[in-house]
């Protein structure tokens, strides 16, 4: 009995020693992709930030990465491509243009997302897992099938080229996502707070701001990142609904344009797109704690 044991636990040690040699040899494999992936997202943007603070004449006859070959050569670089880009392209009224539309379009999901995700997580009332399932399926119909039936609407109503079109029109587009990550993470939170609250006499509407609102913040600044960014690079919704409209223009659709009217000087160009690259960077990294969180929260319950 004792060798019968012993031939176990030999075996077992085997087992684990051979699965701590394989993770170990894929270690090295992990770290390789990690570092390519990471590569193939940073050197683009690296070339683009270098490319627009060249010259002209730089842009057109070497590429980017010469710059590094001599570093610390400051007289090949300039700012002018941001001066241009900036007073004479339209690209500062668009660049309040874009906040304008992207706060808004940003807030509204938000605030509705997380009433609707609420009540189909905590709230007992008919059809709730009907509606919440259609909600769902809405995640899966392309928004371009809706641009054509809602412009008519806006331009009946008077609404086409202005800002509370692109407004209600991302807000539309956001809700089921919202609904259906929040609803998730709502559902995860301990119904022992909700039904002591319930006890103590709080309303649901108590429940939701003082108990809900509260334990949500990395689920909602996850949602926050995804829509804004959504919003702020959308181009197709802005096009659609504010069309040629330059008092009302993004950012994107002021870089569009500028394609057409600077097609060959690469260094506006990119001086350009950077500029709109500036503020979805800046969102990102200073909510980058809670991105992670808000992934994955809701994912397991307990």
């Known amino acids: 009995m004792s060798n019968r044991s012993h031939s176990v636990s030999e075996a077992s040690n085997a087992s684990y020693k051979a699965s701590n040699l394989s993770f170990n040899m894929s270690q090295p494999l992990v770290h390789l992709v990690v570092i390519l992936m990471s590569l193939a997202w940073v050197l683009p943007t690296l070339g683009l930030l270098t490319s627009s603070v060249r010259p002209p004449q730089a842009v057109a006859n070497s590429g980017w990465w010469t710059v590094f070959l001599n570093p ?6 300039t700012l002018a491509n941001y001066r241009q880009v900036l007073g004479q392209t339209g690209m500062a009224r668009g660049f309040l243009n874009s906040l304008a539309i992207t706060l808004p379009a940003t807030f509204l999901p938000m605030l509705l997302g997380a009433f609707a ?67 998730n993470f709502f559902g995860s939170l301990p119904g022992e707070l909700f039904e002591a609250a319930y006890i103590d006499g709080a309303s649901p509407a108590a429940a939701f701001f003082r108990l809900a609102l509260p334990m949500s913040g990395a689920a909602l600044a996850s949602l926050g990142i995804f829509q804004f960014l959504w919003v702020w690079n959308d181009l197709l919704v802005a096009l659609i609904y504010l069309g040629g409209s330059s008092s009302v223009a993004p950012l994107t659709l002021v870089l569009s344009s500028l394609v057409g009217s600077y097609g060959q000087q690469w260094h506006v160009l ?4 950077f500029v709109t690259m500036i ?8 909510l980058q704690r809670y991105f992670v969180r808000g992934i994955l929260a809701g994912s397991v319950k307990g």
Do not use: C, E, M, N
């Open 279 to 286: 503020v979805p960077l800046a969102v990102f990294f200073s």
């Open 270 to 273: 990119t001086a350009a797109a």
């Open 117 to 183: 995700a609420f009540a189909f997580a905590w709230l007992d009332f008919p059809g709730r897992k009907a509606l919440f399932i259609i909600v769902v399926g809405l995640l899966a119909v392309p928004l371009q099938i809706s641009l054509i039936p809602i412009l008519r609407l806006y331009s009946r109503a008077g609404l086409a080229g202005t800002f509370a079109a692109i407004w209600l029109a991302h807000t539309a587009y956001g809700l089921p996502f919202s609904v259906y990550l929040l609803r």
């Open 72 to 77: 610390f050569d400051f007289t090949q670089f």
